[in-house]
């Protein structure tokens, strides 16, 4: 798709053009599906597990179906329906056993909310309190409890993931490449490490909220605040057996989504109480708290990393072991676990390299697709390993990337050549080192540290991600040309803030030669009108929709022509057009207006040619393939996005409190389609990301309880933790499939900000740090060697943070509620 | 709100104070509600009745006197107290620690009465109080007391008020005015949070006061100590008022060695 | 209980129970959906209006303390179809991506502009310190205020390398 365009030629490419969905956003009048009512809608509560295991004993919902007002009343055993993306591993309501804190029991549809209440709260569920399996570490020994004793007898995909029956692995995704043994026997220095992540909320602005209605003869609507409309279809019509035509489902304004909303969540329970409820619309929003547990988070990791080097820094085997934490159900977390796989190095060429990278179910909230798709949760192994790396050689650990970073002709871990055209991650790491002064103080940065008695210290990470999606991903988009001569286009990729519509409308009218005015891109999302694209996630809207776009454009072009080939008697080879019309090349007063033949011509005697007007493209990922399931070798990647981020930080040497003055974030995204858009994606992934290295991580008891599922413990980064200073840069190294050059980059400015501020914290004050996040008082130990503490599952009063009994008395009940 | 209750809007105390006695337990108090409707929406309080204390015109006096001394009266909010030029120039340690009480919004509606009464541990407001030896004015249909912000909480949550009382107003003596003081706040983020822990030191005419929240069951402070006294002596005497708990927040180790260097970083920056 | 409230300027007379919030009053009763409810908990400041001329979480807010009182909301922003300066402003400096965050966010920077015409980025940044946004990273929020207080220096979006 791209073409060698001089940028003074573009006319909206590469140009801030303001959004086209702000009017409605601004004003207050965007409606999301949290803002919808139907006539005779019924409201959705749900029961919820204060248990992380638990067999269900007996659930009494007699009170509840007897409060007036209530509708439907659903339990686990009146639904016989099972759900997975990949494993088919979950019921819409649990089914004789609980298997995490915060999942749903039963759900009640009533006419308010206030009786929707009232009715969950006199359901009565008898629980027998079992023994859960929280550390996923833990549910990898022999005799851990199984949070799926039946996996072996569930549906999965086989071509790409592989369940270990009888164990709590629900996948184990393999590479091996060359002989890691003979590498690590060859090499002068063999350094290995652990580090870990937990888990952590998405945190949209607009919780998960679904309206269903299941009307007569299983014609079932859902309004979704959803990231993929075509996958809520796909997998709802999978679940209850309904052929594709039957569902519709439309996504309006959504209030953010980051992953969390990328597959299918609450529709099914929802669909379940209209259908119980005779066919009224339903709608359950679900609370904060209920988004922190009752919806997916982000899976933990622990990533062992052994990593053998030459004398002269070059890296020579690599030993790769991910132990994901996903939760009670699969979802999104086996594949994760492979596109983590696939990718696991980071962005350097490791000649031989061993990745085994496994997905343990655990008794907790279940991990799901987040931004990043993983790499965000193992770049903090790789950066701060390759960082140790580089310290124990005794390279600077600039020069220890530059010697081992893909460049072209490296060969990456699936067996994929980088050409000249892949992405340059030399250039980004050069362009932020340069931004942050890296390696040295300047005099002022001197002067500061003496004043303030901080310590200033330097850390660069690197980056890397494809999107991870199947071999055949596909997308279309469709464009109608108006009776006036502008042009709406319908594509299924949905907006969710990023802002595809625009990019997407300055692609459109930069092909068709078209002001900008005159196109429109559709922002609400319905199957039964929009041409399908798999999903809304992965980076991978721009390159593929916009690609799509184009050949909308073209083929809406090649009609028109025909059209007015017809009209102005001329060869279709000597026609040219602009905004306005079309004409003839070497007569350019021989011309039709678009207007005229938008949606069919009449020749002055009245004869009628031609008719609407309608460009169509479709677009599929080329040349891909499937990773063999021993080797892990493969052609998985549409696309690299290479980047940087380099953090300078100030630390008090004493009590470990810091603050990041700058970040420099820099990427090769091929062409920047819109710049001020792009600076928004970046900032706030940047953001998003110092909020995972900062603040943010679920924190359990040792029952399995959540113990931070608000705000007021669970924090993300507020307006006042900006780092005083930003530098967003980019690289445009072409890719020559991509629209106009463009790649994507939507999830990447998120990974690697934790492992550039470990980095940066250790240049300043010798705080190593392996795990994340980094709270000052983990700064602290670090820095006096004290005995780190668990981030995420308080198993001892020693060094961690359990709570002191006598000062703080868990009730399950109100850590739930409302 | 799940629960359901009714709600009353008392124009005169002196109906506010004949209401507490006639409903009493099964009543709660409405000023900024920051807490109270908090409480309410996650099932920890379930009041029969909410009484708002906010259409009475004198709760919402701050009123500087220069022989009485400051009085802030029950629904003035912790931005009323930001915006007092009084209070800025005479009463400044009052404002250096609401201005790091929760959000802007928040501060629109929280009340320094309030804030008290609710009683955390975390309590933004109670380190300066403690420290300007503030009064507490106590007040029910039968009777009024005063009692020293020092007596005031008796536990996590708990003060010395009956359920037919009501705080109508904090006093700071005239001794206090012109008071400097400092206060730190460690949190987890820049933006706006719970204390983890909180110091404020202040001089007060020709002593020094510390005081502590988040480190012990109650807010704590110390008595008046000399201008003059040692790091070490003053450091063990703040030592000795708490007992610092590990929870979700932080570890009790980290948070008695931040106390300690706060405290001494404090001392520092006020004594100079 | 029976209450009267102004909102954007138009008086209604309504029955709300007394545990209503007045976040779902503005919403529910009265139809003005551009406040939005992040948390219910007075902690992510997407239901931040104007009550009786301050900034307040409205999900911490009863409807019946609002008797008599004057409310608004992002719904009186603009004006006879035209959006504000500051609206203009957010706009201009791609200061909305999913627009939930928007409606309190603009209420909370009008505030701010209110009691501090001309703020540094400091006061800004204290002034938002209130609505979350996961989305923009907030810079681009703070840009938009400054230019709407004649703070703002323009720059170049991106650095090319």
Same mark, same amino acid.
């Given at each position: 798709?791209?073409?060698?365009?001089?940028?003074?030629?573009?006319?909206?490419?590469?140009?801030?053009?303001?959004?086209?969905?702000?009017?409605?956003?601004?004003?207050?009048?965007?409606?999301?599906?949290?803002?919808?009512?139907?006539?005779?809608?019924?409201?959705?509560?749900?029961?919820?597990?204060?248990?992380?295991?638990?067999?269900?004993?007996?659930?009494?919902?007699?009170?509840?179906?007897?409060?007036?007002?209530?509708?439907?009343?659903?339990?686990?055993?009146?639904?016989?329906?099972?759900?997975?993306?990949?494993?088919?591993?979950?019921?819409?309501?649990?089914?004789?056993?609980?298997?995490?804190?915060?999942?749903?029991?039963?759900?009640?549809?009533?006419?308010?909310?206030?009786?929707?209440?009232?009715?969950?709260?006199?359901?009565?569920?008898?629980?027998?309190?079992?023994?859960?399996?929280?550390?996923?570490?833990?549910?990898?020994?022999?005799?851990?409890?199984?949070?799926?004793?039946?996996?072996?007898?569930?549906?999965?995909?086989?071509?790409?993931?592989?369940?270990?029956?009888?164990?709590?692995?629900?996948?184990?995704?393999?590479?091996?490449?060359?002989?890691?043994?003979?590498?690590?026997?060859?090499?002068?220095?063999?350094?290995?490490?652990?580090?870990?992540?937990?888990?952590?909320?998405?945190?949209?602005?607009?919780?998960?909220?679904?309206?269903?209605?299941?009307?007569?003869?299983?014609?079932?609507t859902i309004w979704s605040s959803a990231q993929s409309p075509f996958t809520v279809r796909n997998l709802f019509c999978h679940t209850f057996a309904l052929p594709l035509g039957n569902v519709r489902v439309i996504v309006?304004?959504?209030?953010?989504?980051?992953?969390?909303?990328?597959?299918?969540?609450?529709?099914?329970?929802?669909?379940?109480?209209?259908?119980?409820?005779?066919?009224?619309?339903?709608?359950?929003?679900?609370?904060?708290?209920?988004?922190?547990?009752?919806?997916?988070?982000?899976?933990?990791?622990?990533?062992?990393?052994?990593?053998?080097?030459?004398?002269?820094?070059?890296?020579?085997?690599?030993?790769?072991?991910?132990?994901?934490?996903?939760?009670?159900?699969?979802?999104?977390?086996?594949?994760?676990?492979?596109?983590?796989?696939?990718?696991?190095?980071?962005?350097?060429?490791?000649?031989?390299?061993?990745?085994?990278?496994?997905?343990?179910?655990?008794?907790?909230?279940?991990?799901?697709?987040?931004?990043?798709?993983?790499?965000?949760?193992?770049?903090?192994? /790789?950066?701060?390993? %390759? =960082?140790? +790396? $580089? &310290?124990? !050689? @005794?390279?600077?650990? *600039?020069?220890?990337?530059?010697? #081992?970073?893909?460049?072209?002709?490296?060969?990456?871990?699936?067996?994929?050549?980088?050409?000249?055209?892949?992405?340059? /991650?030399?250039?980004? %790491? =050069?362009? +932020? $080192? &340069?931004? !942050? @002064?890296?390696?040295? *103080?300047?005099?002022?940065?001197? #002067?500061?540290?003496?004043?303030?008695?901080?310590?200033?210290?330097?850390?660069?990470?690197?980056?890397?991600?494809?999107?991870?999606?199947?071999?055949?991903?596909?997308? $279309?988009?469709? !464009?109608?040309?108006?009776?006036?001569?502008?042009?709406?286009? #319908?594509?299924?990729?949905?907006?969710?803030?990023?802002?595809?519509?625009?990019?997407?409308?300055?692609?459109?009218?930069?092909?068709?030669?078209?002001?900008?005015?005159?196109?429109?891109?559709?922002?609400?999302?319905?199957?039964?009108?929009?041409?399908?694209?798999?999903?809304?996630?992965?980076?991978?809207?721009?390159?593929?929709?916009?690609?799509?776009?184009?050949?909308?454009c073209e083929d809406l072009l090649r009609r028109g022509y025909a059209v007015a080939s017809h009209v102005l008697k001329a060869c279709v080879e000597d026609l040219a057009h602009d905004g306005e019309n079309v004409y003839?090349?070497?007569?350019?007063?021989?011309?039709?207006?678009?207007?005229?033949?938008?949606?069919?011509?009449?020749?002055?005697?009245?004869?009628?040619?031609?008719?609407?007007?309608?460009?169509?493209?479709?677009?599929?990922?080329?040349?891909?393939?499937?990773?063999?399931?021993?080797?892990?070798?493969?052609?998985?990647?549409?696309?690299?996005?290479?980047?940087?981020?380099?953090?300078?930080?100030?630390?008090?040497?004493?009590?470990?409190?810091?603050?990041?003055?700058?970040?420099?974030?820099?990427?090769?995204?091929?062409?920047?389609?819109?710049?001020?858009?792009?600076?928004?994606?970046?900032?706030?992934?940047?953001?998003?990301?110092?909020?995972?290295?900062?603040?943010?991580?679920?924190?359990?008891?040792?029952?399995?309880?959540?113990?931070?599922?608000?705000?007021?413990?669970?924090?993300?980064?507020?307006?006042?933790?900006?780092?005083?200073?930003?530098?967003?840069?980019?690289?445009?190294?072409?890719?020559?499939?991509?629209?106009?050059?463009?790649?994507?980059?939507?999830?990447?400015?998120?990974?690697?900000?934790?492992?550039?501020?470990?980095?940066?914290?250790?240049?300043?004050?010798?705080?190593?740090?392996?795990?994340?996040?980094?709270?000052?008082?983990?700064?602290?130990?670090?820095?006096?060697?004290?005995?780190?503490?668990?981030?995420?599952?308080?198993?001892?009063?020693?060094?961690?943070?359990?709570?002191?009994?006598?000062?703080?008395?868990?009730?399950?009940?109100?850590?739930?509620?409302? | 709100?799940?629960?359901?209750?009714?709600?009353?809007?008392?124009?005169?105390?002196?109906?506010?104070?004949?209401?507490?006695?006639?409903?009493?337990?099964?009543?709660?108090?409405?000023?900024?509600?920051?807490?109270?409707?908090?409480?309410?929406?996650?099932?920890?309080?379930?009041?029969?009745?909410?009484?708002?204390?906010?259409?009475?015109?004198?709760?919402?006096?701050?009123?500087?006197?220069?022989?009485?001394?400051?009085?802030?009266?029950?629904?003035?909010?912790?931005?009323?107290?930001?915006?007092?030029?009084?209070?800025?120039?005479?009463?400044?340690?009052?404002?250096?620690?609401?201005?790091?009480?929760?959000?802007?919004?928040?501060?629109?509606?929280?009340?320094?009465?309030?804030?008290?009464?609710?009683?955390?541990?975390?309590?933004?407001?109670?380190?300066?109080?403690?420290?300007?030896?503030?009064?507490?004015?106590?007040?029910?249909?039968?009777?009024?007391?005063?009692?020293?912000?020092?007596?005031?909480?008796?536990?996590?949550?708990?003060?010395?008020?009956?359920?037919?009382?009501?705080?109508?107003?904090?006093?700071?003596?005239?001794?206090?005015?012109?008071?400097?003081?400092?206060?730190?706040?460690?949190?987890?983020?820049?933006?706006?949070?719970?204390?983890?822990?909180?110091?404020?030191?202040?001089?007060?005419?020709?002593?020094?006061?510390?005081?502590?929240?988040?480190?012990?069951?109650?807010?704590?402070?110390?008595?008046?100590?000399?201008?003059?006294?040692t790091d070490s002596e003053a450091l063990a005497a703040v030592d000795a008022l708490i007992s610092p708990i590990s929870d979700v927040r932080c570890t009790k180790e980290y948070r008695r060695f931040m106390v300690s260097?706060?405290?001494?970083?404090?001392?520092?920056?006020?004594?100079? | 209980?029976?209450?009267?409230?102004?909102?954007?300027?138009?008086?209604?007379?309504?029955?709300?129970?007394?545990?209503?919030?007045?976040?779902?009053?503005?919403?529910?009763?009265?139809?003005?959906?551009?406040?939005?409810?992040?948390?219910?908990?007075?902690?992510?400041?997407?239901?931040?209006?104007?009550?009786?001329?301050?900034?307040?979480?409205?999900?911490?807010?009863?409807?019946?303390?609002?008797?008599?009182?004057?409310?608004?909301?992002?719904?009186?922003?603009?004006?006879?179809?035209?959006?504000?300066?500051?609206?203009?402003?957010?706009?201009?400096?791609?200061?909305?991506?999913?627009?939930?965050?928007?409606?309190?966010?603009?209420?909370?920077?009008?505030?701010?502009?209110?009691?501090?015409?001309?703020?540094?980025?400091?006061?800004?940044?204290?002034?938002?310190?209130?609505?979350?946004?996961?989305?923009?990273?907030?810079?681009?929020?703070?840009?938009?205020?400054?230019?709407?207080?004649?703070?703002?220096?323009?720059?170049?979006?991106?650095?090319?390398?």
């Amino acid at each position: 798709m791209y073409e060698n365009n001089d940028p003074r030629t573009l006319a909206y490419v590469g140009k801030s053009v303001l959004r086209k969905d702000t009017s409605e956003k601004l004003t207050g009048t965007a409606t999301y599906v949290s803002d919808m009512v139907l006539p005779g809608m019924l409201y959705a509560q749900v029961k919820k597990s204060p248990h992380a295991r638990a067999r269900i004993v007996k659930v009494d919902i007699s009170k509840a179906k007897a409060l007036a007002g209530v509708r439907a009343v659903l339990t686990g055993d009146d639904l016989d329906y099972r759900i997975g993306l990949y494993i088919v591993d979950k019921n819409i309501l649990a089914k004789g056993e609980v298997r995490h804190y915060g999942e749903a029991v039963a759900a009640v549809a009533a006419t308010s909310l206030e009786i929707a209440r009232k009715a969950v709260d006199l359901i009565d569920v008898e629980y027998e309190v079992m023994q859960p399996v929280l550390n996923h570490m833990d549910a990898l020994k022999t005799d851990a409890v199984l949070v799926h004793p039946d996996l072996g007898s569930y549906e999965f995909i086989e071509a790409a993931f592989t369940p270990v029956p009888k164990t709590n692995i629900a996948n184990w995704t393999k590479l091996r490449k060359g002989d890691v043994e003979a590498g690590f026997a060859e090499a002068a220095y063999v350094v290995e490490r652990e580090y870990d992540n937990p888990s952590v909320q998405h945190v949209p602005m607009e919780t998960h909220v679904a309206i269903v209605r299941w009307g007569a003869r299983d014609k079932v609507t859902i309004w979704s605040s959803a990231q993929s409309p075509f996958t809520v279809r796909n997998l709802f019509c999978h679940t209850f057996a309904l052929p594709l035509g039957n569902v519709r489902v439309i996504v309006p304004a959504v209030g953010g989504g980051f992953g969390g909303k990328a597959g299918i969540h609450l529709e099914p329970l929802v669909a379940c109480l209209s259908k119980k409820a005779g066919g009224l619309p339903v709608k359950l929003q679900a609370s904060r708290e209920e988004e922190f547990s009752l919806l997916p988070c982000r899976s933990a990791l622990t990533y062992r990393i052994k990593t053998g080097v030459a004398e002269d820094g070059r890296i020579i085997a690599q030993k790769m072991e991910m132990f994901w934490d996903a939760g009670a159900y699969a979802d999104y977390a086996v594949n994760v676990t492979r596109a983590s796989g696939y990718s696991a190095s980071g962005p350097y060429e490791i000649p031989n390299a061993w990745v085994d990278a496994y997905t343990v179910y655990t008794n907790k909230p279940y991990g799901t697709a987040y931004r990043g798709f993983g790499h965000v949760e193992f770049h903090w192994g /790789v950066e701060r390993h %390759m =960082e140790l +790396v $580089a &310290r124990t !050689i @005794g390279m600077d650990p *600039l020069e220890f990337r530059r010697r #081992n970073a893909l460049h072209p002709g490296s060969i990456t871990l699936t067996g994929e050549k980088i050409t000249s055209h892949t992405g340059d /991650v030399v250039a980004c %790491m =050069e362009a +932020v $080192a &340069r931004s !942050i @002064g890296y390696g040295k *103080l300047t005099a002022a940065e001197k #002067n500061r540290e003496l004043a303030t008695g901080r310590k200033i210290g330097k850390g660069i990470a690197l980056l890397q991600k494809a999107p991870a999606m199947p071999s055949n991903t596909a997308t $279309a988009a469709v !464009i109608k040309m108006n009776g006036d001569g502008s042009v709406t286009v #319908n594509i299924g990729l949905t907006e969710i803030g990023q802002g595809s519509t625009t990019a997407l409308a300055q692609i459109v009218a930069e092909r068709l030669g078209f002001d900008i005015g005159k196109v429109h891109v559709m922002v609400d999302k319905d199957t039964e009108s929009d041409p399908y694209d798999w999903q809304t996630v992965a980076s991978k809207g721009l390159i593929m929709s916009g690609n799509a776009c184009i050949l909308a454009c073209e083929d809406l072009l090649r009609r028109g022509y025909a059209v007015a080939s017809h009209v102005l008697k001329a060869c279709v080879e000597d026609l040219a057009h602009d905004g306005e019309n079309v004409y003839v090349r070497h007569d350019t007063e021989n011309c039709i207006p678009w207007r005229s033949i938008a949606i069919g011509y009449a020749y002055p005697d009245g004869k009628g040619i031609g008719g609407p007007l309608i460009g169509v493209g479709s677009y599929i990922a080329q040349g891909l393939s499937n990773l063999d399931k021993e080797t892990g070798q493969g052609k998985p990647a549409l696309d690299w996005t290479f980047g940087a981020h380099g953090i300078i930080c100030e630390v008090d040497p004493v009590t470990g409190e810091y603050a990041v003055r700058k970040v420099a974030s820099a990427f090769d995204v091929g062409k920047v389609v819109n710049p001020a858009l792009l600076r928004g994606q970046i900032v706030g992934g940047m953001i998003q990301g110092l909020g995972t290295a900062t603040c943010e991580g679920y924190i359990y008891d040792d029952a399995g309880h959540l113990l931070n599922p608000s705000f007021t413990d669970n924090k993300i980064p507020t307006a006042r933790d900006l780092p005083m200073e930003i530098e967003t840069i980019v690289v445009e190294n072409s890719q020559i499939d991509g629209p106009y050059g463009a790649r994507g980059v939507a999830e990447h400015p998120m990974i690697s900000v934790a492992p550039a501020l470990g980095n940066a914290i250790q240049s300043a004050v010798d705080a190593d740090l392996a795990h994340m996040p980094i709270r000052f008082e983990d700064v602290w130990r670090a820095m006096h060697d004290k005995h780190p503490i668990d981030n995420w599952i308080t198993k001892t009063p020693a060094g961690s943070c359990r709570s002191d009994p006598a000062a703080r008395i868990h009730t399950p009940d109100a850590a739930i509620s409302p | 709100m799940r629960h359901q209750f009714s709600y009353t809007a008392p124009t005169e105390l002196t109906d506010l104070l004949t209401l507490l006695e006639t409903v009493g337990p099964g009543a709660r108090l409405l000023a900024g509600g920051t807490d109270l409707l908090v409480n309410i929406r996650n099932g920890l309080v379930k009041p029969n009745t909410v009484v708002d204390v906010k259409r009475i015109p004198e709760a919402h006096a701050i009123m500087s006197d220069n022989t009485k001394g400051l009085r802030i009266g029950w629904a003035v909010t912790i931005n009323d107290i930001l915006r007092n030029s009084d209070i800025a120039s005479s009463y400044q340690l009052l404002q250096t620690c609401a201005h790091d009480l929760a959000s802007y919004q928040v501060r629109n509606r929280a009340t320094v009465v309030g804030n008290i009464v609710n009683a955390s541990p975390c309590s933004d407001m109670a380190p300066a109080l403690l420290c300007l030896d503030a009064s507490v004015e106590i007040a029910s249909s039968k009777a009024y007391r005063t009692v020293p912000v020092r007596q005031f909480f008796t536990g996590v949550k708990r003060t010395v008020l009956k359920p037919d009382e009501m705080v109508i107003g904090i006093t700071i003596p005239i001794q206090s005015k012109g008071a400097k003081g400092k206060y730190r706040k460690l949190k987890r983020i820049q933006g706006h949070d719970l204390g983890i822990i909180g110091v404020a030191v202040a001089r007060v005419g020709d002593s020094l006061r510390i005081a502590v929240s988040s480190a012990a069951p109650t807010p704590v402070a110390t008595g008046a100590l000399p201008l003059d006294i040692t790091d070490s002596e003053a450091l063990a005497a703040v030592d000795a008022l708490i007992s610092p708990i590990s929870d979700v927040r932080c570890t009790k180790e980290y948070r008695r060695f931040m106390v300690s260097e706060f405290t001494r970083r404090l001392l520092a920056e006020v004594r100079s | 209980m029976r209450i009267n409230v102004t909102v954007n300027g138009i008086a209604y007379e309504k029955d709300v129970a007394e545990n209503r919030t007045l976040l779902r009053f503005l919403r529910e009763d009265l139809g003005l959906t551009g406040t939005k409810e992040g948390c219910g908990a007075g902690e992510c400041g997407a239901c931040t209006v104007f009550f009786n001329g301050k900034t307040v979480n409205s999900c911490m807010v009863l409807a019946v303390e609002a008797n008599e009182g004057t409310i608004e909301t992002i719904e009186g922003e603009s004006s006879g179809g035209m959006l504000s300066r500051l609206q203009e402003a957010f706009d201009r400096h791609h200061a909305v991506q999913c627009g939930f965050c928007t409606a309190g966010m603009i209420m909370s920077a009008r505030e701010l502009i209110h009691h501090t015409p001309h703020p540094t980025v400091d006061q800004i940044k204290e002034g938002l310190e209130g609505n979350f946004c996961r989305c923009t990273g907030y810079e681009q929020i703070i840009e938009a205020v400054l230019d709407v207080t004649g703070g703002y220096t323009a720059k170049e979006e991106l650095i090319h390398v």
